[in-house]
């Protein structure tokens, strides 16, 4: 069984669109079949998140961590207990591509990093261009790049139980967790084949995160 990791705090903009595709990989046919459980760790949540995920054949997990780190946990936990052999973690403002779950595992290794593409920059304003073009000249959007994103990450579980799993970090806790799998050994593939899309939005609910990278350009 394959297991999806979402952790959402006050995400009912963009978790519909997240879940549509994330069904749409589940059932990708050359997944051959395989059962793909996807659950929702809901953080904090004070807005309509949760009603929106109810229309939609997902676990939802309510906690109060305010804590991605711990999030992530809570569901990795979850679905490592259910059976899951393979962990995939996106975010809430994020689309995944029909293939993301196949692409992961066609590539055979124990650990998945990949990219991501930014969508609409309208979010920043009279600075969106200056913030897009600040994106594009500094990251590597092709297979051998050195970026973690828990928008797009998979580990197989195992090796995910070996190392401790994610730290209870507010941010960075997706860097911290390949730094820890790195350390250990694990084969990595730092690839650009699994495809998602995320959100260009300039303020998240920490600081010190991809929106805060994204504002760097004109702070």
């Avoid at 936990?77 to 196949?102: C, H, K, M, N, P």
């Avoid at 995160?209 to 760097?216: M, N, P, W």
Wanted: proline share 2%; hydrophobic share 45%.
């Amino acid at each position: 069984m394959i297991g999806i990791c979402i952790p959402a705090h006050n995400e009912e903009r963009y978790i519909n669109l997240c879940l549509a595709s994330v069904m749409k990989a589940a059932n990708c046919e050359a997944l051959a079949k395989e059962t793909v459980l996807t659950v929702v760790v809901h953080d904090a949540c004070t807005d309509g998140t949760a009603l929106y995920t109810q229309a939609w054949p997902v676990i939802n997990l309510s906690v109060a961590y305010h804590n991605v780190g711990l999030a992530r946990a809570a569901g990795a936990r979850y679905l490592i207990q259910a059976g899951a052999r393979w962990l995939a973690f996106t975010d809430a403002d994020t689309v995944v591509s029909e293939a993301w779950l196949f692409h992961q595992l066609s590539l055979r290794a124990q650990v998945v990093c990949g990219t991501v593409e930014v969508s609409d920059w309208s979010c920043h304003g009279d600075q969106a261009e200056l913030a897009r073009n600040s994106f594009l000249a500094q990251y590597t959007d092709a297979d051998g790049h050195r970026h973690v994103h828990g928008a797009n990450l998979g580990i197989d579980a195992t090796v995910y139980e070996q190392i401790g799993g994610f730290e209870a970090l507010a941010c960075s806790e997706d860097q911290a967790l390949v730094d820890k799998l790195v350390h250990s050994g694990a084969s990595i593939a730092w690839t650009a084949l699994p495809r998602v899309t995320t959100s260009a939005r300039p303020f998240s609910r920490i600081e010190g995160g991809f929106a805060t990278t994204l504002r760097r350009a004109y702070r």
